[in-house]
């Protein structure tokens, strides 16, 4: 019995799996077919806009606080008792241009001043009296000249007669130590002429060194008096009225409201986008220094102050290339001044520019014609086209960079071409489309591409 059993269920096994191949067999063949040629035909839904040539203007961000143009550090000049100090000189308080803030006791300035001018018209008094004796001295010359002469037409005539026997010999010696005697008077007076050149140069050193010290204690005198050279906001104040300073003390910080700047650091490829932006081959031409880049590139710089009001805004201008890039950051900066911000106060809106706000500057290069497109429609350096009879071309381009929500073609795209900006997984190229325009991504475009919008 058991021997039977076993053998039925050793014929039941190949059976039942031959029955079972048999059912699956017959169920692929009363399955339908996929129909491939109706799942092509099924068109998908996508977004597009229309390549366009637009007037573009390349952009960069930067970040940076804001720093006056001119910072004085005020420090006393000469020693002396401090006798005023401006009530309003205190931190944080505005002064105007000229305002006399401290004033140091003047005193001993007045004595030294009289004194060094009093030496002054001492010497000049010596030279007038130089200048009259040298005439008096040529005069005498003259008549102990006139005096040699006739002496010796004497002593000739003298020794004629002495010669002939009228006069006595000593008679002739005396005429002749006379006449010696004129003879050194007039070589002593030669003399003294000739030594009264060094004798004026002399007086003048004199003169010229009483005079520097009059001007050197005028000098004093006027450092005496501290006045603002510019209107200045007023930072930390070291002075106060009664106090002795010594030359060199520091008095006061003051910056100059007329003028601040902000060092504004970006990556350099931001940087290198505004020249980019150039018209073709414009940006060849940018070279020189770096004064000459700035000028060639013409930037508009607009300042905005960071978690302010969107009316804080200000126009500035860039004035210099930092001289570096920034080793922790690997930025470069570019130095901005905004001229007059105190004159542009809105309460409430937009406050002066103060040291220490932080701010961010925007670039614009001037408006070249460039093809552009959103950079969300670009897929590992290729774009979507929807072709004319409705199916998906997958296309290279060739990009010239890349700014913000934009990129800038530099070719493989055609003015009028359909660009979608519809994300498609997966793309196969000949799939069947169902284009939509999509106008309002156009005018976002026109706005960013322009300047407008916000710049991320």
Sequence with gaps: MMLRSLLQRRLSLPVIVVTAVLVVVALLKLTPGVDHDAQNTVARTVEFI???????????????????????????????????VHPQLKQGATLPQ?????????THYDLALAQASADLASHRASLEELAVEQGNTEVSLQISQRRLGLGEQELQRIKRLAQ??????????????????LRQEVQNLNSQLALFPTRRQVIEAQIARARAQVEEQQRN?????????????????????????????????????????????????????????????????????????????????????????????????????????????????????????????????????????YT???????????????????????VYIARADDTLEIRPIAVAFLQGELAVVEAGVEDGERVIVTDLVPAVAGVKLNPRHRPATEREIDLLAAGGGVFK
């Design 50 to 84: 229309e390549a366009r040539t637009l007037p573009y203007k390349s952009r960069a961000l930067g970040y940076g606080t804001v720093t006056p143009t001119t910072v004085l550090e005020a420090n006393t000049e000469v020693a002396g008792k401090v006798i005023f």
């Design 98 to 106: 000229g305002t006399l803030v401290v004033s140091i006791d003047r």
């Design 164 to 181: 002939q026997g009228s006069v006595s010999q000593s008679d002739a010696d005396r005429e002749e130590q006379s006449l010696l005697n």
């Design 360 to 382: 961010e500057v925007e670039l614009q290069a001037p408006a070249q014609p460039r093809q552009v497109i959103p950079r969300r429609a670009i897929h590992a350096g290729r």
């Design 221 to 357: 005198l006027a450092r005496t008096d501290i006045a603002l050279p510019f209107t200045a906001r007023i930072g930390a104040v070291h002075v106060e009225a009664g106090e002795f300073v010594a030359s060199g003390t520091a008095l006061f910080r003051a910056a100059d409201i007329s003028q601040v700047e902000i060092k504004a650091q970006m990556p350099l490829l931001h940087a290198r986008a505004l020249v980019l932006g150039l018209a073709p081959g414009a940006a060849a031409e940018v070279r020189g220094t770096p004064p000459d880049i700035l000028e060639h590139l013409q930037l508009d710089v607009t300042v905005r102050l960071v978690g302010a009001p969107q009316s804080a805004v200000w126009e500035g201008r860039a004035v210099r290339i930092g001289e570096a890039l920034d080793a922790d950051s690997r930025t470069i900066a570019i130095v901005v001044a905004v001229d007059n911000s105190y004159e542009k106060i809105v309460p409430g809106q937009r406050p002066p520019l103060l040291e220490g706000m």
